[in-house]
Each structure stands twice: as C-alpha cells, then as structure tokens.
C-alpha cells in the first residue's frame, strides 16, 4: 500500500510567496526524501532528513521532519515561476534495497 | 552530460508486441532501479539491482524482465504487452543503498494501442 500521502494536492500561488507541502507517512522509516517533477521530466532529488534529524535547509528550501507525528513537511520561501512542478516525498523504511517509497505529489503551479 | 539516459523516450506499440527500454548510467553508481509512474502520477518501484545483482522485486507481471549487464546499465524488457501497461518508466541510480539520493532518467512513455 501506498506509505506516503501528500497534502494539498494541488496549490496555486504568486511569485514571491512562500509555499508549503505536507506529506504524512504511516510506518517507522529510515530516512526521508523530497523530489521535484517538472512536466515531461524525471524526479530531481532536493532534500534527505534522517530519522534523527527534525530541519534541514538548502537554499530556499526548508524540510521539517515529525518522527511522532510521521509527518513531513517541505517549505519554498520566495517562490519563482521556475518552481512550478509536482512535489514528491519518498520515505525510506531502511529494508532491503534503498526501497523508496513515493507519496502522491503535490502540484505546485507559481503564477508570475 | 546526461547523468542518466533512457532509451526510447517514446515508445508506442500495439499489444502483444514484445519491448526493450534502455538505461544507461554515467554517474559510477552500484546501484539502478526501474519505477512505473501512472498516468495519476503515482510513481512505485518496480526492480532495483545492486552490483548487478537484483535486490528488489516487486509483485509485477511475469512479462516484465530487467537485465543488467553490468552496473552502468539495467535494461527492461517487456512482453506481450497490454494496454494496462502504458504509463510512463523511469530509471534511476544510487550510489550504495540507503541514505542515499536517487538520479532519474527523463522517462520512457510507453502507449500501448
């Protein structure tokens, strides 16, 4: 069954705005994983935060991570047209293989 | 340099037909996954090879077969198709198997008419 589900599942928002995405997962995991989608594209990897670890920053983005809550949460300050795409969260459950598994996406559109 | 490249990026064919989708892999990773993406872009891993040897292997149909003939390359063939197999495959490569990020391939949107 599907481990992660991501909320909203879609936003729309201006330039300039900050955006946040929400991905809610339901076992115990490793570590856990955003991605970025752009239309007709394949995933690019954003951010890891390990079970241990509960904020981690790069750039204009910010991740939180709940282990109590088995949530996530993903955070683009300032947001550009640019970053228009689907928004994915990938948990690790540390089992066989780096299985990763995707949560629904979320589609964030930033209107210029 | 295309970090990891996936022939054909279209692939549209009738059912029954036998297919082949090509990943190659440049990044000196050990590790390469196949993942099918629904058309609800729902993506879920479908084989992971590491060191050339399989690791992961979800419940997918018999017909699908990945070959990797060394680590730079995972192959999926794919016979008698059926139109519930159209969606879009991505490749993807890690170095190591866990704590590690993923680099994806562009996609190979398979139509089945």
């Known amino acids: 069954s599907q481990q992660g589900e991501e909320d909203p599942q879609a936003l729309s928002i201006q330039e300039g705005e900050n955006a946040t995405m929400n991905c809610s997962y339901k076992?115990?995991?490793?570590?856990l994983q955003w991605y970025r989608q752009n239309s007709g594209r394949g995933l690019v990897h954003l951010i890891l935060?390990?079970?241990?670890?509960r904020e981690k920053h790069s750039g204009r983005l910010r991740v939180t991570l709940d282990t109590s809550k088995k949530s996530s949460s993903l955070l683009i300050t300032a947001s550009r047209a640019a970053d228009t795409a689907s928004y994915f969260c990938a948990t690790d459950a540390g089992t066989s293989g780096s299985r990763l598994t995707f949560g629904e996406g979320t589609q964030l559109t930033v209107n210029p | 340099d295309t970090a990891v490249s996936q022939t054909p990026k279209y692939l549209v064919t009738q059912m029954g037909n036998d297919k082949s989708i090509k990943c190659e892999q440049n990044?000196?990773?050990?590790?390469m996954y196949w993942y099918k993406q629904d058309s609800k872009k729902f993506l879920k891993i479908m084989f992971s090879y590491n060191n050339k040897e399989l690791i992961i292997n979800e419940t997918v149909p018999n017909r699908f077969s990945p070959k990797s003939p060394d680590k730079a390359h995972l192959n999926l063939h794919i016979n008698s198709l059926e139109l519930g197999d159209s969606a879009v495959y991505f490749c993807?490569?890690?170095?190591?198997?866990?704590?590690?990020?993923?680099?994806f391939g562009d996609g190979t949107r398979l139509s089945i008419l």
């Open positions: 993807a490569s890690s170095q190591g198997l866990t704590y590690q990020p993923q680099h």
């Open positions: 076992t115990s995991i490793n570590n």
């Open positions: 990044l000196g990773h050990d590790t």
């Open positions: 935060i390990r079970s241990n670890e």
